[in-house]
């Protein structure tokens, strides 16, 4: 199913094959980081999951810049959340 995503209608969904096709779906599909999770967490069904697995692969793809900033100005306690993430990223680079 994910080596052929464009032959499967995204389905989302909380079980693992269907809400990795489904992120993999809109990831692929997309120009743009919001693309990618605009049009997961637009799909329905359990978008929170969808919306998280497909924010990790275009966060991965594009990066954090690519993260609009009228998402992030509101985002309470945004810098202890980018300290932690980059703290992450450094230990996984050990």
Partial sequence: MLGSY???????????LLCSHAALSCFMDAATF???LVSAVNLGGDAD???ACCGALAGAHWGMDAIPERWIKDLEDYPRISSVAWELARVGER
Avoid: F, M, Q
């Fill in 6 to 16: 464009k032959e499967y209608a995204p389905v989302p969904s909380l079980d693992a």
């Fill in 34 to 36: 919001e693309d990618a």
């Fill in 49 to 51: 999951t969808v919306g």
